[in-house]
């Protein structure tokens, strides 16, 4: 029995050939988010009693008005062009997990690995387009069912959301909700119906990921928005595969939605929403995933300090040991592995995430969060 969700092609997004030249057209405004002020959401320790799993402390909402996320989907190998400049361009592929590339503009060609948005079978990639107007994809024999999606986060029209009027937290550490960051809820859905309905279980371990976007980001909310885009319409994931995002100004980020009782991750009964995250253990699993790219370059002070914040609450929360070996037992198909209670993504898949030099700092991270 697999926990994975089912690799087809979004029936709600519109399909054509990508032929030579073809045309990706401007989509109708679908989705997105707007920039927010870092430091009122920069995750610190608010006193709040380590007994109290939640609590938004929410007195309302503000409306604000966000760049709408533009897309549009593609089949096939060839060049194509965009009405509008790509933020990235998801790739998903069929076969071989290696060989698929894509060349933005006229520029060099790059060749696609999975990263950290791994798949049972074939690839899946996010590449950062630069604001292209133009990319091309090939793929050698062994790789079919090639998709591509042009994906702009910060050039659409507006939208308005409602944003909570006060900082929301949970156990101390302050996050951005998702309609602080713009998730359009409707992408979770499909034919009308919840794409991946929610299921949940007891938290076992907690996986650290990087999502292999570029360092510096200027645009972090931007970034998030083009991640869901991605897990949830490429990879017809039906939502963003993490709990939670952290950025390098450690802005904590609500990733996978868990219901609408107000705890991120988590359902009343303190179990964890499954994400989509690790192929094959996901389930009783969170996952972390830090914005940009930490395979030669360590993460920002202020992200790694998040991430032992957050880590240390959740522990707490369900009162797990941070440095402990533990058995993860797969409550979906009883797949069993020996592994950390706080480990790195490539613990449990082939993949360079969360990168040589955050892989190599999550010692340093076990042993932070179980100081008191």
Not at 51 to 70: I, L, Q
Not at 87 to 100: D, E, I, L, M, Q
Not at 105 to 125: H, I, K, P, R
Request: proline residues 6%; glycine residues 12%; aromatic residues 8%.
């Amino acid at each position: 029995m697999s926990e994975s969700p089912t690799p087809d092609q979004p029936s709600h997004r519109r399909k054509r050939s990508l032929s030579r030249r073809g045309m990706i057209a401007a989509g109708g405004a679908v989705a997105a988010g707007a920039a927010v002020t870092p430091m009122v959401f920069a995750a610190t320790d608010s006193g709040e009693p380590d007994n109290s799993a939640a609590g938004s402390g929410d007195s309302g909402t503000t409306p604000e008005r966000f760049p709408a996320t533009r897309t549009e989907a593609a089949t096939g190998t060839g060049e194509a062009t965009t009405a509008f400049a790509a933020s990235y361009v998801g790739v998903r592929w069929s076969g071989a997990k290696t060989g698929a590339a894509i060349r933005l503009a006229d520029g060099d060609w790059l060749n696609l690995t999975s990263g950290c948005a791994g798949v049972e079978s074939g690839g899946t990639a996010l590449v950062a387009a630069a604001d292209a107007t133009a990319y091309q994809v090939k793929a050698p024999s062994g790789i079919d069912g090639v998709r591509s999606l042009a994906i702009d986060t910060t050039g659409g029209p507006d939208r308005t959301f409602h944003v909570p009027s006060e900082p929301t937290r949970m156990r101390g550490v302050r996050y951005l909700s998702r309609p602080a960051w713009g998730a359009d809820e409707s992408k979770r859905y499909k034919d009308g119906k919840v794409n991946s309905p929610e299921t949940y279980y007891p938290l076992q371990v907690i996986t650290v990921h990087h999502t292999a976007t570029p360092n510096a980001d200027p645009d972090p909310a931007a970034t998030v928005r083009a991640i869901y885009e991605y897990h949830a319409i490429t990879n017809d994931w039906g939502d963003i595969g993490y709990h939670f995002l952290i950025d390098e100004a450690g802005n904590v980020y609500e990733g996978r939605y868990s219901g609408a009782d107000g705890i991120p991750a988590f359902d009343p009964a303190g179990d964890l929403v499954t994400g989509f995250h690790s192929v094959g253990y996901n389930s009783g699993a969170l996952g972390i995933a830090l914005i940009g790219n930490l395979d030669q370059q360590a993460p920002t002070d202020a992200a790694k300090a998040s991430l032992i914040l957050l880590t240390k609450a959740i522990c707490r929360f369900k009162g797990l040991d941070p440095e402990a070996r533990v058995t993860y037992t797969n409550p979906v198909n009883g797949t069993k592995k020996d592994t950390n209670t706080v480990g790195g993504h490539r613990d449990y898949f082939d993949t360079e995430c969360p990168g040589q030099v955050m892989y190599d700092l999550l010692g340093e991270v076990r042993a932070a969060a179980a100081r008191r």
